[in-house]
């Protein structure tokens, strides 16, 4: 990618999401591959992905692939296969967290740094581009300012072996540190960074503070609200950031339909403004729907900590979609609910999802079965009273006994909306790519060649003499009308050049045939120019890694990625959480979301307030879920805080698959770089 562009980049969890991505707009799409992907349940065949990278390459969009788990040292030959498997089936670039890919035999394809390998510090950035990455997606959590210093720590964006820096914009946010949190695996076995966590982050717990009071009752204290950077994009490209990821592996077609539009079109209007700016890929986009973030599922919005800390991040009364008011509660009867809607343009209907929180602020979900409008009484009549109110009965699908402190004057949201998502199951997007038409007359009968927005050509041929129209003032327009019908093509005609010596009569059948044959051969040339994505070569010698020891922090679990360590000059090198050596209690997520901040119980917060200031202190919390207890501890300096516990004694006592043991102290004598030492 040139350091003008700016890249979409959208998320599919199979190759049919992935195509409507890239109709969308997306300049690129990654997608998980049959596995070693960070998302479990989200693997493709080798084939599928190979359709999606044929239909996004007519476009000049890439596909990335993740293979961003940490491997074991068993699953090294296995990973290097299939990454030489999808280098074959033409994709772009690998997504990779383990850098003990980068010591074995890899295709000579284009690899990209995970969100998982927590890209915080511009020391960190700088390493892994001299180490041969290409893009680095950077951690969610970082500022403005942060992000300007990791560019500037990359140098020139226009040298060669320029990383890209790449930033999530939308969707669900982690509340560790990527990489850093274990819970999952501390409880179940089920390890976050080989795609399969649990999310513990997302369940309600009771929070106490030291003296064992009880500070918040069922609140989900480590659930964030989902991310959106919407009203930032300016900023974050005058940052330095190139790629704009959205988040969804996991989401349906409707989501990424919607998302990706939103932003494509958000971004079309800044290259608009700048024109020193491109797009990455080719193509213009038509929607036939309005992009709206806020019909898919959210937990409601924050743009984090881009423009420093704030207090609304949390989605702590619930992990599910509260939706958007639409009415309150008029009356209940056996088998429905009276609503009144406060927009007189809010149409309710069958299938719709309503919710609404019940009096111990838990969000209850509501389907309707069946939705009927009913007549609004007269002034002074009773329910319903107010300018252009309208009045619903909703059939709910389960019984009415089920929802609890449903009544009168209850506020109802919608977070489902049946006509949007049904609008969505349709064709709703049109990605056609600009095209100059030129038709001319030659000694041996007409040419037309097609040249494309990207300087692309294909040309045809109609030999044989040529008519003369019977009706003069009506050929040009007739023949200018024809050569437009590209129909179902990726083109759409900008222009239409005749140069003929006169009017001029060619039969439908044979000008339709033309047309044809000039946009294969430009299909075929486009397709021949395509060209694979440069594979950066890692600077020599070898960088030093930013630290000289590194922890079970760094997911170190393999003996390839324990070499690269060493190469790079890391002198002790601890296993990683999943090899179950450590024992006592760690770390098990690492956070930039504070509690006491969020429960406005920060001493930063209290300093300078008369009364307050040094009676608040960071002293540890607890948090309590059933019989799972963690401990909270908070370091003030950097800001963080660290969620403490130990390893389940039933997970403990299940060996690994591949255990392995690194340094866990410095050697005796100095090892030689590059040499492997003793385990």
């Not at 119980?601 to 307030?609: I, M, N, S």
Request: net charge neutral.
């Amino acid at each position: 990618m040139l350091p003008h562009q700016l890249e979409l980049l959208s998320p599919a969890r199979d190759a049919d999401i992935g195509v409507e991505a890239v109709n969308h707009g997306a300049d690129a799409v990654y997608i998980g591959g049959p596995s070693f992907g960070a998302r479990a349940s989200a693997d493709n065949s080798v084939q599928d992905i190979a359709r999606l990278a044929r239909h996004a390459h007519r476009f000049n969009s890439r596909i990335f692939v993740t293979m961003n788990t940490i491997l074991r040292d068993d699953e090294l030959e296995p990973a290097r296969k299939l990454a030489w498997q999808l280098y074959d089936a033409g994709v772009d670039a690998l997504i990779i967290q383990d850098m003990g890919l980068l010591e074995i035999d890899l295709p000579p394809i284009q690899l990209h740094a995970s969100t998982q390998t927590d890209i915080r510090t511009p020391e960190k950035a700088r390493f892994l581009q001299d180490a041969g990455l290409s893009q680095i997606v950077l951690a969610r959590e970082l500022t403005l300012q942060q992000i300007a210093a990791i560019d500037a720590a990359l140098g020139q964006r226009d040298a060669p072996g320029r990383a890209v820096l790449e930033f999530f914009v939308h969707g669900a946010l982690c509340v560790a540190y990527s990489g850093q949190c274990y819970i999952s695996h501390a409880h179940t076995g089920r390890s976050a960074n080989r795609g399969d966590c649990s999310q513990a982050c997302r369940l309600p717990y009771e929070v106490k503070d030291s003296q064992g009071r009880i500070v918040a009752h069922d609140k989900h204290v480590l659930s964030m609200k989902d991310n959106n950077q919407s009203d930032n994009l300016r900023q974050i490209i005058d940052a330095g950031v190139r790629s704009f990821k959205i988040e969804g592996r996991y989401k349906d077609v409707a989501y990424v339909k919607n998302i990706t539009a939103h932003y494509r079109l958000l971004l079309d209007e800044i290259l608009e403004e700048r024109p020193e700016l491109a797009r990455a890929s080719s193509g213009e986009c038509t929607f036939h729907f309005r992009p709206d973030p806020n019909q898919n599922f959210n937990r409601e919005f924050t743009d984090y900590f881009v423009q420093g800390r704030k207090e609304d991040i949390g989605a702590f009364d619930t992990p599910k979609n509260p939706g958007r008011p639409i009415g309150f509660v008029t009356a209940t009867g056996p088998n429905f609910v009276e609503l009144q809607t406060e927009d007189p343009a809010t149409e309710i209907h069958n299938g719709d999802g309503l919710c609404y929180l019940n009096l111990q602020k838990e969000l209850v979900g509501l389907q309707i079965n069946r939705a009927e409008q009913l007549p609004v009484p007269r002034a002074g009549e009773g329910r319903g009273e107010g300018q252009g109110a309208k009045l619903w009965r909703v059939f709910p699908k389960d019984p009415m006994e089920g929802f609890k402190d449903l009544r009168k004057g209850v506020q109802v949201n919608r977070n489902r909306d049946m006509d949007w998502v049904r609008g969505l199951e349709k064709k709703s997007a049109e990605r056609r790519i600009g095209a100059w038409l030129t038709l001319e007359e030659t000694p041996d009968g007409l040419r037309l060649t097609i040249t494309d927005e990207d300087g692309h050509h294909g040309a045809a041929t109609l030999p044989g003499p040529l008519q003369d129209a019977k009706d003069p003032g009506q050929a040009e327009i007739r023949l200018r009308d024809n050569l437009s019908r590209l129909g179902d093509t990726l083109l759409q005609p900008l222009d239409v050049t005749l140069r003929l010596k006169g009017p001029r009569f060619v039969p439908a059948s044979q000008l339709n045939a033309l047309r044809r044959e000039a946009v294969d051969r430009l299909e075929e040339a486009r397709a021949a120019a395509w060209s694979r994505l440069p594979r950066s070569t890692p600077v020599e010698p070898p960088a030093p890694y930013p630290e000289d020891t590194l922890t079970y922090l760094a997911n170190v679990f393999n003996h390839k990625a324990r070499d690269f360590y060493a190469r790079h000059g890391v002198k002790v090198i601890a296993s990683a959480y999943e090899s179950h050596e450590e024992e006592g209690e760690v770390s098990l997520m690492i956070t930039k979301h504070c509690v006491r901040f969020s429960l406005s119980l920060c001493p930063k917060q209290a300093k300078g307030v008369t009364g307050v200031q040094g009676t608040v202190r960071a002293e540890p919390m607890q948090l309590i879920n059933g019989k799972e207890k963690l401990t909270l501890r908070f370091d003030c300096k950097p800001c963080e805080m660290h969620v403490v516990g130990k390893i389940k004694r039933s997970v403990l006592n299940t060996t690994p698959a591949s255990p392995v043991t690194f340094y866990r102290q410095r050697p005796e004598r100095p090892q030689v770089s590059g040499r492997r030492g003793p385990t």
